[in-house]
């Protein structure tokens, strides 16, 4: 007997739960151009039932054409998080398999069922492309399993479209994209024509989930890498020095432009011009000198030393007077040093004054959680994480951006596989709340160690070889083919993403008090950044409460 159920996307199934555990949803509201997912969870659980059977789940209904299905796949996790501490809100804290990866339909469309395991298919409805298509009102998705010709089981939901359509996303988004961990990943060279098809996969991937600022490493980035080390060489900009003099070649960032273009992209996140967790050095940076390709900058150079502040102010003035010739200057957003401390002002300070005039009209802004750093003037787009925010908000530091990492474990919303979907998706309401106009995520595709030691594969260690809470690293997994596969948790982000935009919609209906009260009243408190939801239930409660004043305005 195969027992199913439709269940909420908020929802994460190990392998070891029941279907009971879980609460069937029999209905789902969403705007004309939203991307909806749900799962279809099942389990063979009686005495006479086989080992294994192969069933396959056929989809029925008007929109069910633009249905896709794909399974959650667990995978291994050794630290689910912070080990030592205390924890709250957490799925789980032991090792062990966690449900994550959702893997595309194989089996010609059949799926494996395994006695007493439950078995969870990803069911997405997206929307987005084709709303022209679409029309409001309700109808009703039928979702089946068969074993052979014979139905075995089978659920329905009721899908209402509200005829209305999110706005299109204000919030800046970047999650870091690592060019160099693709080829690394798959063993091509670096700028080949099969690197450029990998990253423009990836690219793509990113963008469908709501990525708007692409990170672009004009030099190799001078992220994560040890005192010394060096990341493999994937750089844009073509330097050459000849009887010391330099010229730069923008033919590869050229066509970098033009594949952002292509999918969509609109800013361009200039990777840092000092080196992370200080800005005290270089970053490396290659070059043709007098017909030889060396090294010229790196680790052994001083950040306000002569050599490199010459070099870089030559650069800046050439790079920005190349992409005003385009006319994308203005999409360009510009980094110091990531993560810099109070210990480290006077050496940002410096390494900022060195270049501060040449981009005085574009944005400087770097991730860090001390607010003197913008008490003191010295950094106008401060970026704070979740969890060191409040000085930030009490300061109304306008254009507010906010991030979070590894070390936001605690009550804040965050993406860890080990964290319920519904505390990762709080952070839409609480970005909405506090009108944060961009969002920062330091691991799109980052398949390193610590300090990028060493190449991993994530689908066999997802904690950076214990270095991090699983899942800190990446939120797509690199597919056999060259395809960027998405886990849940990029999925439930991008649902966090269209939570915004309705509440935005909802606002210009009945302006934001009205918003901010009705998602409260749903939510059961106040909205701030270290109060999340905590069950399923009480997130789709938010979301509903908003499309309810949507279809009682328009």
Request: hydrophobic share 35%; with cysteine.
């Given at each position: 007997m195969i027992k199913s159920k439709i269940v909420s996307s908020l929802e994460n199934c190990f392998l070891?739960?029941?279907?009971?555990?879980?609460?069937?949803?029999?209905?789902?509201?969403?705007?004309?151009?939203?991307?909806?997912?749900?799962?279809?969870?099942?389990?063979?659980?009686?005495?006479?039932?086989?080992?294994?059977?192969?069933?396959?789940?056929?989809?029925?209904?008007?929109?069910?054409?633009?249905?896709?299905?794909?399974?959650?796949?667990?995978?291994?996790?050794?630290?689910?998080?912070?080990?030592?501490?205390?924890?709250?809100?957490?799925?789980?804290?032991?090792?062990?398999?966690?449900?994550?990866?959702?893997?595309?339909?194989?089996?010609?469309?059949?799926?494996?069922?395994?006695?007493?395991?439950?078995?969870?298919?990803?069911?997405?409805?997206?929307?987005?492309?084709?709303?022209?298509?679409?029309?409001?009102?309700?109808?009703?998705?039928?979702?089946?399993?068969?074993?052979?010709?014979?139905?075995?089981?089978?659920?329905?939901?009721?899908?209402?479209?509200?005829?209305?359509?999110?706005p299109e996303q204000e919030l800046i988004l970047t999650q870091w994209f690592y060019c160099d961990c693709i080829a690394n990943y798959y063993h091509c060279e670096v700028w080949s024509e099969r690197h450029w098809e990998l990253i423009e996969n990836f690219a793509r991937v990113a963008k469908s989930n709501g990525i708007n600022l692409l990170l672009t490493p004009v030099f190799t980035p001078a992220l994560d890498t040890k005192v010394g080390g060096e990341r493999l060489t994937n750089q844009l900009v073509g330097v050459n020095l000849e009887d010391g003099e330099y010229s730069f070649d923008f033919s590869l960032l050229d066509r970098w432009i033009e594949m952002c273009d292509r999918i969509g992209i609109k800013y361009f996140e200039i990777a840092h011009f000092f080196t992370q967790w200080g800005a005290q050095h270089a970053p490396k940076v290659m070059a043709t000198v007098d017909g030889e390709y060396k090294k010229i900058f790196g680790w052994e150079t001083d950040a306000t030393s002569e050599e490199y502040v010459t070099f870089l102010r030559t650069f800046i003035t050439e790079f920005l007077a190349h992409m005003k010739a385009r006319s994308d200057d203005k999409r360009c957003f510009f980094h110091i040093s990531d993560e810099p401390t109070n210990d480290h002002i006077e050496f940002y300070q410096a390494a900022k004054n060195s270049i501060a005039d040449l981009l005085a009209d574009y944005t400087i802004m770097d991730a860090l959680s001390s607010y003197e750093f913008y008490k003191q003037g010295i950094v106008k787009t401060p970026i704070p994480c979740n969890n060191h925010i409040a000085p930030f908000i009490d300061g109304k530091v306008p254009g507010l951006w906010t991030y979070y990492c590894s070390s936001q474990w605690k009550d804040v919303s965050n993406r860890f596989i080990a964290m319920p979907s519904a505390r990762n998706r709080s952070i839409g309401m609480q970005m909405y709340k506090y009108d944060i106009v961009g969002f920062l995520h330091w691991g799109y595709n980052f398949y390193n160690t610590h300090q990028s030691y060493a190449t991993l594969d994530p689908y066999g260690d997802s904690c950076g070889n214990d270095w991090v809470p699983a899942g800190d690293t990446y939120s797509v997994y690199p597919g056999m083919g060259g395809q960027a596969l998405e886990s849940l948790r990029i999925i439930v982000f991008y649902d966090a993403l269209q939570d915004i935009g309705a509440m935005r919609l909802a606002e210009t209906l009945c302006g934001k008090e009205r918003v901010l009260e009705a998602i409260e009243t749903a939510f059961g408190g106040e909205i701030t950044f270290d109060k999340c939801a905590r069950s399923s239930e009480q997130m789709l409660a938010v979301r509903e409460a908003v499309n309810n004043l949507i279809k009682n305005s328009i």
């Open positions: 070891d739960n029941r279907i009971n555990d879980f609460k069937e949803i029999n209905r789902i509201t969403a705007l004309k151009n939203e991307r909806i997912s749900f799962q279809f969870i099942c389990e063979m659980c009686d005495p006479d039932d086989p080992m294994r059977r192969v069933i396959k789940p056929v989809i029925e209904g008007e929109l069910a054409e633009y249905a896709t299905i794909r399974e959650v796949k667990s995978v291994p996790v050794t630290m689910p998080t912070i080990p030592g501490v205390e924890h709250d809100n957490y799925l789980r804290t032991e090792p062990g398999l966690y449900p994550d990866l959702l893997l595309p339909s194989t089996y010609e469309g059949n799926v494996y069922l395994v006695k007493n395991q439950l078995k969870s298919l990803w069911i997405e409805i997206d929307l987005r492309d084709i709303c022209d298509k679409i029309s409001a009102g309700e109808s009703e998705l039928t979702l089946s399993y068969y074993y052979g010709e014979k139905l075995v089981s089978s659920s329905t939901v009721t899908v209402e479209i509200i005829d209305a359509l999110l």
